[in-house]
């Protein structure tokens, strides 16, 4: 087990840390609630262009003056430790880590911050960065799986932020400017909205220390929320040329991370976890309607979805609409006992094997401590899981269907496919 120690600094900045002494590896990162879901239409996905140019140099200020390192440098003083470094960018949050030896945590603390608080966007580095950029949202872009995604977000909440894709769009990519880069950094990275977790074989009160003189001149803020976002529903599609296979995305909402209730994690698990759950066994084993198949509950800072996604022959698309339907109401007939406890055990395997992996049990504890304003013990989560009812799950599917689904279709969709669809759904 992890044990959780929790501190403040006095600039507002949160500071996780998991002791897992049995831990061969430690794992290091930084939190910042400023996502795509913070960026106006005319920034959007600029988030994620900062995020790759963290990396390509920094200008870290010392008592001698100011201590410039290119993008090699950065790589190469991680990777001299051994330690592997990377970053990603989500809807609610931007994250920064690194996974090395416990004995170089504090060297971690100290590259992250460096790499966070004084990167130097150098503009001749922008300008290479951006080709990259470029060919990563065209490779997206062709990505039916993606693209459906993003469909299925639009489909879901219409214009909010929530729906802006974290790459953005071709058009912001091609014109964002360094300045750009240091007024959007300016506004969102600050530490009243910034989790600093470790987790591994550490000395709680000397990886303070290190945080404190790390990250102790991040400027303040105060914590940044996006308003909540209103469901939709709908129904979306988009043909790519050269796709023979249709991937669909259907979903309901659920509530967002701030109602701090696992149910909809639950339910989700009841209907499409394994290959024994209702969703598998029915679609897959018995009807062979499609080759890929899964339900998920997808909770952001602000929205939630419930999400059932699957990978299909065209001519199945309706069949298999029409399949999820009817197991959706007999879930909401009726309650599963059994189902709920292979849901409950599945779950608390995955709870455990979170713990297995330091980074995915921070980014779990720092997301929360973000919309709750508190941090969480593991066991309170495998708790209130634990006390679900079969007779809960049976009304969430109930309360459910009540909802307008939001489905995303793309790939192979041939003429009249939308209006096939929504006749599928009832609707």
């Known amino acids: 087990m992890i044990e959780q120690h929790t501190h403040t600094l006095a600039n507002g900045l949160r500071l996780l ?27 959007n996905g600029i988030g994620h262009v900062l995020e790759h140019m963290a990396f390509k140099g920094t200008e870290l200020p010392t008592p001698g003056g100011v201590r410039k390192r290119d ?66 949202y065209a490779e997206d872009e062709d990505d039916p799986v993606s693209t459906a995604f993003k469909l299925f977000d639009k489909a879901s909440f219409g214009m909010h932020p929530a729906a802006q894709p974290v790459m953005g769009s071709r058009r912001n990519l091609e014109r964002f400017t360094r300045a750009d880069l240091l007024a959007y950094r300016a506004e969102g990275y600050r530490a009243g909205q910034t989790v600093v977790g470790v987790v591994g074989a550490v000395d709680p009160d000397a990886v303070l220390r290190e945080a404190e003189r790390a990250f102790g001149a991040m400027p303040a ?27 669909l995305v259907l979903g309901y909402p659920v509530p967002s991370r701030r109602a701090d209730d696992p149910l909809a994690a639950v339910a989700a698990a009841v209907f499409g976890e394994g290959m024994s759950s209702p969703l598998l066994d029915r679609v897959r084993e018995q009807r062979g309607l499609a080759y890929y198949t899964a339900c998920s509950a997808d909770v952001l800072d602000m929205c939630g979805q419930f999400v059932i996604e699957a990978s299909l022959a ?14 959706l109401h007999e879930q909401a007939a009726q309650a599963a006992p059994g189902e709920l406890l292979r849901a409950q055990r599945q779950l608390a395997v995955r709870g455990l094997r979170a713990q297995e992996r ?44 009540v909802q307008p689904p939001a489905v995303a279709l793309t790939g192979a969709v041939g003429r009249g496919t939308r209006d096939r669809l929504r006749q599928a759904l009832g609707d």
């Open 221 to 247: 803020g105060v914590p940044a929320a996006v308003a909540p976002a209103s469901w939709r529903g709908g129904v979306l599609t988009r043909a790519l040329a050269g796709s023979s296979q249709s991937h």
């Open 358 to 401: 330091g980074l995915r049990w921070l980014e779990d504890a720092a997301l929360h401590w973000f919309s709750t304003g508190r941090p969480r013990r593991d066991d309170e989560l495998a708790l209130r899981t634990q006390a679900v009812s079969a007779e809960q799950v049976r009304a969430f599917f109930e309360r459910l269907l």
């Open 314 to 327: 065209p001519a199945d698309v309706a069949s298999l609409l029409v399949e999820v339907k009817a197991l």
């Open 71 to 136: 993008a090699r440098q950065v790589n190469l003083e991680a990777e001299t430790l051994g330690a592997e470094v990377n970053a990603h960018t989500d809807k609610d949050h931007t994250a920064f880590y690194m996974r090395g030896l416990p004995g170089h945590a504090g060297d971690m603390l100290r590259m992250l911050a460096e790499i966070v608080l004084y990167p130097s966007l150098p503009e001749a580095e922008l300008e290479r960065e951006r080709q990259v950029l470029l060919q990563e």
């Open 17 to 43: 840390v998991g002791q897992a002494p049995h831990a061969g590896t430690c794992s290091v990162a930084v939190f910042v609630r400023w996502g795509s879901a913070n960026e106006s239409t005319r920034l």
